[in-house]
């Protein structure tokens, strides 16, 4: 990828890239630019922990793919609603996965995400130095990038379906392709995503 932004899709509703993602390549990275400071935000409230922070937000990248792929719009709720749900269930379950198996002095979350939706924080971007939201947007465009290099656009979406825990079965009648091809897909993407930092590996033969 030459590029990890167009300029004219800025004034592009969020509903309108959903649509063109995959066929318009550079739809999903202005999502992510969009959404990038929520999901920092998000990732800052589970935990004081930089490197576990940066762990969930890697999630909240997955969970805004997921939300991506799954949207639909034929539903009352906007997509930025539909979002916010996906990127918090990933990292609410990221967070209760990191609690069970390091319970002897793992950080516990310094602010409840429940409060933040109690106080409607998860629909508004939050503030931001300039300097922290460019950080921010770089880390979260190297990961998208290099899950992008090592993914075929059918991969990135069978894999996206499977780490929010769809069943093989699930995928294959999702994106009309057999249980088979599915399996495959995911096999190939597990090894490709080893080397690449802070994305997910799920058990193997998990369906």
Known sequence: MQSVYDPSLNDVPDEQLVAAFPTNEYAFQV??????????????????NPQDAEDYAAEGLLGLLNAVYSFDPGRDASFRTFAVVCIRNRMRNAHEKMTREHRDGAPQPHVSIDTLEETGELLHDPAGTPETIF????????????MARVLTKLELEIFSLY????????????????????????????RKLRGVRNVPQQEEGSS
């Open 135 to 146: 950080l921010q947007k770089e880390r979260m465009t190297s990961l998208y990038r290099e």
């Open 163 to 190: 780490v929010d825990e769809l069943s093989y079965a699930d995928i294959a009648k999702r994106l009309g392709i057999s249980v088979k091809s599915v399996d495959n897909a995911i096999q190939r993407a597990r």
């Open 31 to 48: 999502l992510m630019l969009r959404y990038v400071r929520l999901i920092y935000h998000i990732a800052g409230a589970m935990t004081a």
